[in-house]
């Protein structure tokens, strides 16, 4: 048989014996299934608002908005690029490191 | 429905984390899943279920490692290629068992047995890669590129499958007399 005509009828096989399987529940079933996953975002805000408090605490009491604006004032223009390129580098490549290993952090 | 809808459902589920999107994306592929593997266990219908059951929670579990380079419809075929094998390297432990007077029970419980014999007994004659390869060529209508990132091999070894399978199939349909009709 030429390999159009096979083709043709395994096509045609197939086809004829292709069906539709309804729904019938299984996507609820797939839904209630999955694992429901621990909402841990507590600990960004719980850290977040001691940073917050522990800053707020410096700024009342030591004046620090007063000297790291005197600190910025002083520095070199390419420490303070460098000092803020640092972050996004090591973060990216941390990210990249962790994220394979399918770590996370929270 | 369009892969621009996939896409849409899986940023919402990936950035915002709507369930509902997976829900969608559920309902839309459930079917071609379903009757992939109901061909691959040549008609065992729970244990097709099963199976693709467990193909879209890995999917749900592992959808941010979808980069997007290939169709959410071919990672997925990937994944249900995957659980397919998984599962198939995990019952060799019981390949005493007869198959096909397994199969032959599994056929008559399941409602779509009666007029699809024809077809389990046709795949029956393939190796695995071979059923695999035809069905997804044949029936699922993917392309020869999309077949090798499902099975993860080179495009000459899908091709080769396929040709070695539409042999063995044509022969064989030609002696049920399908090659008249």
């Not at chain 1, 096979?6 to 045609?12: F, H, N, R």
């Not at chain 2, 099963?50 to 071919?74: H, M, P, R, V, W």
């Not at chain 2, 198939?88 to 005493?96: G, L, M, P, S, T």
């Not at chain 2, 599994?106 to 046709?122: G, L, P, R, W």
């Amino acid at each position: 048989m030429e390999t159009n005509d096979t083709d043709k009828m395994l096509s045609a096989f197939f086809k004829e014996n292709k069906i539709e399987i309804p729904d019938n529940g299984f996507s609820r079933k797939v839904m209630s299934n999955i694992p429901i996953e621990k909402d841990r975002s507590w600990i960004v805000w719980f850290f977040g608002a001691i940073g917050m408090a522990i800053t707020m605490y410096f700024v009342l009491t030591q004046g620090l908005f007063v000297q790291v604006f005197m600190l910025f004032e002083k520095m070199p223009f390419y420490y303070i690029i460098a000092a803020i390129a640092v972050f996004p580098l090591l973060g990216t490549a941390g990210y990249y490191i962790f994220h394979d290993k399918r770590f996370s952090f929270i | 429905m369009s892969n621009t809808d996939d896409i849409r459902w899986i940023t919402q589920l990936t950035l915002l984390g709507d369930k509902s999107a997976f829900d969608k994306l559920t309902c839309k592929y459930q079917s071609p899943i379903r009757r992939f593997f109901l061909n691959l266990t040549v008609g065992d219908s729970q244990l097709s279920d099963d199976l693709a059951q467990e193909t879209f929670i890995k999917a749900y579990l592992n959808i941010s490692s979808f980069k997007g380079i290939s169709g959410f419809s071919t990672w997925l075929y990937r994944i249900a290629y995957n659980v397919y094998y998984d599962s198939v390297r995990a019952r060799k432990y019981y390949a005493d068992i007869d198959e096909q007077v397994i199969d032959s029970q599994y056929q008559t419980q399941n409602e779509f047995s009666a007029e699809k014999m024809d077809i389990y007994k046709a795949l029956n004659l393939l190796r695995k890669e071979e059923q695999t390869a035809v069905l997804l060529f044949y029936m699922e209508d993917k392309t020869h590129k999309e077949i090798a990132k499902i099975m993860n091999c080179p495009l000459g070894t899908v091709k080769t499958y396929i040709l070695k399978g539409k042999e063995r199939l044509s022969v064989y349909l030609t002696k049920q007399g399908y090659g008249n009709k």
